[in-house]
């Protein structure tokens, strides 16, 4: 990034606890069951998903200019998050209106890149990833939304290695 602050002091929430209850909360054993041999299952089903999982999955990712948690920053939530068959909408809220077009290699593009790699990363191949800026949340809405999903331009970020080290950074748990 270019060390320009575009949000020096955002307003920061308290975290929600997880719904989930991971296997240990539940009372199952963390280590791998030699005595359980699930079934193999039929290539054509699919497990499940929701949006509390999807949520899950991208609640912690840091913001690039802040030591909090787009949670926590009310960048991401469960409410902006809608499934489809196979597809993916996530919708996200700028803490500003107005990372510009020539720095959307700040905030707005660093959530989003974070988003989908932690998805990319989580999720089966079969799922198509959308991304978007909350209606009304930025001053060039559409013409953010256009560069968001541009796979080329994701591509290209993926290859540079001091926006991946950002990256990873992001995507290291807050706190």
């Known amino acids: ?99 510009g077009m020539s720095t959307l290699i700040g905030e707005c593009f660093y959530n989003r890149l974070s988003i989908r790699v932690r998805l990319m990363r989580s999720l089966p191949q079969r799922f198509k990833v959308d991304i978007r800026v909350k209606p009304g949340s930025h001053q060039s809405e559409l013409a953010v939304n256009k560069q968001l999903n541009d796979k080329e331009r994701v591509a290209a970020a993926l290859e540079n290695p001091a926006l991946v080290e950002t990256l990873e950074k992001c995507l290291e748990p807050v706190g």
């Open 1 to 99: 990034m270019n060390g320009e602050i575009f949000n020096a002091n955002p307003t920061v929430y308290a975290s929600k606890r997880s719904t989930r209850k991971s296997k240990f909360e539940a009372g199952q054993s963390l280590w791998i069951d030699e005595q359980y041999q699930p079934e193999l299952s039929n290539e054509s089903e699919v497990e499940p998903i929701d949006e509390d999982e999807i949520f899950d999955l991208i609640r912690s990712i840091a913001d690039p200019e802040h030591p909090n948690s787009l949670e926590e920053l009310r960048v991401v939530s469960v409410e902006q998050i809608e499934l489809g068959d196979n597809h993916i909408m996530v919708e996200f809220t700028p803490t500003v209106p107005h990372c």
